[in-house]
Antibody, heavy 119, light 107 residues
Framework: EVQLVESGGGLVQPGGSLRLSCSAS???????MHWVRQAPGKGPVWVSR????????DYADSVKGRFTISRDNAKNTLYLQMNSLRVEDSAVYYC?????????????WGQGTLVTVSS | EIVLTQSPDFQSVTPKEKVTITCRAS??????LHWYQQKPDQSPKLLIK???QSFSGVPSRFSGSGSGTDFTLTINSLEAEDAATYYC?????????FGGGTKVEIK
């Protein structure tokens, strides 16, 4: 069974940092991986993706220069380092997988971790 | 950025009724359009990939059609468990984008 389990969310002040983790199991961790966020009552918004060996990363303009996606394939774990956090970054953050290398759909999502940026 | 516009925003439907949700892309995306179902306090689940291909384990009452800029998700004979918000999503180009969602309520 595919499992993606996020952790690391919490309450942080504006300007602060958080590091999210996503532990993957139930499949071979050679998928492209994504972070997608969703504010309460809103639709999902794509944040970032990384290819299977970590050599390519892409970001939404809204987080470029502030967030860094990375992965440790030996630990089957995906990360999102979030710096200079803003109130508008508050959302549930999901990790998700994609088979990779083309216009493939995201096929499985984790349950999400809540990030709240507030003073 | 490719904008996906869904309609309607909300639909209240009687069980066994047919539901049709549309998604319009701001530019042609071929068939790189996928549909997700999200129930309250759950993550999105893939229903339909590439406009019309059912994802593994999805009930046959869910179907999709379309290409280019206009797409449709159809739920035949709605069941109570189908109460959810449905989102379209394009994987044609970055940034990946999602529609605003259609909430389906059971009358």
């Amino acid at each position: 069974e595919v499992q993606l389990v996020e952790s690391g969310g919490g309450l942080v002040q504006p300007g602060g940092s958080l590091r999210l983790s996503c532990s993957a199991s139930g499949f071979t961790f050679n998928y492209w991986m994504h972070w997608v966020r969703q504010a309460p009552g809103k639709g999902p918004v794509w944040v970032s993706r990384i290819n299977s060996d970590g050599s390519r990363t892409d970001y939404a303009d809204s987080v470029k220069g502030r967030f860094t996606i990375s992965r440790d394939n030996a630990k089957n774990t995906l990360y999102l380092q979030m710096n200079s956090l803003r109130v508008e970054d508050s959302a549930v953050y999901y990790c998700a997988r994609e088979r990779g290398g083309g216009e493939l759909p995201i096929d499985y999502w984790g349950q999400g971790t809540l990030v709240t940026v507030s003073s | 950025e490719i904008v996906l516009t869904q309609s309607p925003d909300f639909q209240s439907v009687t069980p066994k009724e047919k539901v049709t949700i549309t998604c319009r892309a701001s530019q042609s995306i071929g068939s790189s359009l996928h549909w997700y179902q999200q129930k309250p306090d759950q993550s999105p689940k893939l229903l339909i990939k590439y406009a019309s291909q059912s994802f593994s384990g999805v009930p046959s009452r869910f179907s999709g059609s379309g290409s280019g800029t206009d797409f449709t998700l159809t739920i035949n004979s709605l069941e109570a468990e189908d109460a959810a918000t449905y989102y379209c999503h394009q994987s044609r180009s970055l940034p990946l984008t999602f529609g605003g969602g259609t909430k389906v309520e059971i009358k």
